[in-house]
């Protein structure tokens, strides 16, 4: 590990500054992803800002009655708030599916948003990685790709997005607050905060230089049977090959995302309309377009099939 300064901060305004001030500075609050990537010197920051002492722990109701998330809420009390459990269950079972008990204690909410991702040759310091070095190339394409993206990809990387969190906050249409370094304000449509690699797939997400994130913003309740399906080469503490967040209304109708399958949560509204005639044709426009490899083709048949379980316990 490169050595580093470390500061902490009394409010989320400072601490953007702080971090616009330093080039190469970080965030920190649980750690889980970071200080991993900074004992392999992917992660190499100059300067942490420990935000943990930020009063950003609470959840909290909105108005239109939805929930207003505290960027610090453990990924443990997130799943076990009684509101979230009654009102927005997919979210509850995403978040117990992810990582171990431990590991959700300390993990935070928008730490979760920004996981980066577990592609063994972004992990792999010896094999070249947009990511990690843009420009150096992606190893994972003619490599071994059977946990990588079949849809959304480019010709810079084909890695998949890791959080499990972010799938159900993609179906639920959550916005996510933040702050700037000049102390302006903006929220985020989750649909829009991370980004397709393209050609810059170093840049995950649609943050710009020193903005933290403050909450997430989940609108009112929209009803519905709540399902989240993982499917993982393990039963536990293993990311998902495919995962599927999806609400089922009385009327057949409903909303999917899939997560294991793109460089971010993956959602097509308008494939939603197929809702009520099945699996087969809802993933016949949600993954219109895909580009699976030799290894990971069978991604295709998986998810259309953890849908189609999905949906028939909805109706059970």
């Known amino acids: 590990m490169k050595p580093f300064t470390y500061e902490r901060v009394a409010s989320p305004a400072e ?14 609050a649980g750690g889980t992803n970071l200080l991993d990537l900074m004992k392999l010197q992917i992660e190499t920051p100059t300067h942490l800002v420990d935000v943990n002492a930020l009063a950003l722990d609470k959840i909290e109701p909105t108005p239109d009655g939805g929930l207003r998330i505290g960027a610090l809420v ?6 076990a ?15 117990l ?3 171990s008990g431990q590991l959700r204690n300390k993990a935070t909410t928008a730490g979760n948003l920004l996981q980066r991702t577990r592609c063994p040759y972004f992990y792999d310091t010896d ?10 190339g992606c190893s994972a394409i003619g490599g071994i790709t059977r946990q990588h993206a079949v849809i959304g990809g480019s010709k810079a990387c084909i890695a998949t997005h890791p959080s499990d969190m972010t799938v159900a906050m993609r179906v639920l249409d ?19 905060f991370h980004r397709l690699p393209g050609d810059t797939p170093h840049i995950e997400t649609a943050l710009e230089p020193g903005e933290l994130i403050t909450a997430v913003v989940l609108p009112k309740p929209v009803g519905g049977t709540h399902i989240y399906r993982k499917v993982r080469d393990r039963a536990s503490y293993a990311f998902a090959l495919v995962s599927v967040a999806t609400i089922v209304q009385r009327d ?3 909303r999917v995302a899939l997560g294991g399958m793109a460089h971010k949560p993956w959602r ?3 494939a939603e309309a197929a809702m009520p005639r099945g699996a087969s044709a809802v993933m016949a426009q949600l993954l219109a377009g895909a580009q699976p490899t030799e290894d990971n083709a069978f991604k295709l048949l998986l998810a259309e099939r953890a849908l189609a379980a999905a949906l028939l316990q909805a109706r059970t």
């Open 268 to 270: 097509m509204e308008a």
């Open 252 to 254: 057949g109708s409903g």
């Open 127 to 136: 094999q070249p990685c947009n990511k990690r070095l843009p420009g150096s």
């Open 74 to 79: 453990r990924n443990t009390d997130l799943a």
């Open 15 to 28: 601490a953007a500054a702080a971090v616009a001030k330093h080039p190469g500075a970080k965030f920190i």
């Open 81 to 95: 708030d009684q509101r979230v459990r009654r009102d927005h269950a997919v979210l509850a079972r995403a978040l």
């Open 174 to 192: 959550a916005t996510i607050e933040t702050v700037r370094p000049d102390g302006a304000q903006r929220v985020i449509p989750i649909a829009d």
């Open 97 to 99: 599916s992810g990582a």
